[in-house]
Structure formats: C-alpha cells, structure tokens
C-alpha cells in the first residue's frame, strides 16, 4: 500500500493532494503509514486552509519554488553559485559525487584550463581592462572542446576559487549567474 500511496503522491505533482482523499481512497491505516513516510522525510504535509495537503518531497521542492517567493529566491541564489546563464541543473543523487566534486578534481587535474583562461584575459580586454564572458567561453570551448555549460561552471568556479585574482562585473546576456545576476564581465585584479 505504500507503493500506491507514494505512486499517488507522484502524480499529484506541485499541487499536492488532500489528506483527505487519501484517506477516503486508501483507508484507516492511510494515517499511519502517512506518519511513517512523514518521520523518515519521504513526504511533506502543510496546512492550507482547512485541508492538509501531502506531497513527494521532490513535488514539495517544486510547489515551494512556485509559491513562496523566499523559497525562489534562495533556490535562485544557490543555482546562480554552481550554474550559469542558460545551462540546466542536474539534481544531485545522494551516494554519488556531486558535480562540485567532480568539477574540483576536474580544475585540480586540468590546469590548462586556468592557464589558457588566464592568457585569454590578457590578450584581449577592452580599453577599461574588461572582458566579456562569451569571448573567453568561444575561445576556451573551441581549443579544449568544452562544452558552453562546462566552461561556465570551470569559470565559475575558477573566479570563486581565487576571488583575490578575479573580478567580474554584472551585465550581458550570458556569464556567471551570481547572487541572482548574470555576471558577464571578468578582469584581472
């Protein structure tokens, strides 16, 4: 039966369903396995109104991003730390590493990308010292056969990393997604 609970939940998707109509639909021993699934987290209950209504935890995520505009913003504060512009997320699995990891070895055994990031600055800043994002990103990409999303989430970490070196600035169409902002600038400091 709790299969069928949690295959009904899922369906339900970010609207939720009534507790309601789970207990008309499963019975008296719905309650208990609620409480179960709700102890180990696998579900999410909240008063709306007078009804309570019960979601996945992933369909919850979702409901809250739509719905409460602290919960997006903070959700769009932390995609802007680890994605950029127009680059996808991938959710993380628990037990596998998470792509900071895999970007951190990837940077700590590839510092050619650093290298050659750091020569591109160089060679081609505008008159006040900036260079814009997507120049570097079509150099970089071409020579070590990058993806745009994986340059972007490489610079990202990259200028993080060494904030004492870098310094980017606001603006653009694709860049860095900081604090919410597209950052599509970067400079020597």
Request: glycine residues 8%; charged residues 25%.
């Amino acid at each position: 039966m709790i299969e069928k609970i949690l295959h009904r939940l899922a369906s339900a998707g970010s609207d939720g369903i009534k507790k309601a109509e789970l207990k008309r639909k499963f019975g008296a021993r719905c309650d208990a396995i609620l409480q179960n699934l709700l102890d180990k987290g696998d579900i999410f209950v909240e008063k709306k109104g007078n009804a309570y209504f019960v979601w996945t935890k992933d369909n919850y995520v979702v409901h809250l991003s739509k719905n409460d505009p602290k919960v997006k913003l903070v959700l769009n504060m932390v995609k802007g730390i680890n994605r950029v512009d127009k680059a996808h997320g991938h959710i993380h699995n628990p037990g596998q590493p998470t792509a900071n990891t895999l970007l951190q070895n990837f940077v700590a055994s590839n510092p050619a990308f650093k290298i050659e990031f750091d020569k591109c600055l160089r060679e081609s800043p505008t008159s006040i010292g900036w260079t814009p994002f997507s120049q570097i990103r079509k150099r970089i990409c071409e020579s070590q056969k990058l993806s745009p999303e994986k340059f972007y989430t490489l610079a990202a970490d990259l200028v993080e990393r060494h904030r004492e070196n870098y310094e980017i600035s606001s603006g653009g169409e694709e860049g860095i997604v900081t604090r919410g902002l597209i950052h599509g600038f970067v400079r020597n400091v």
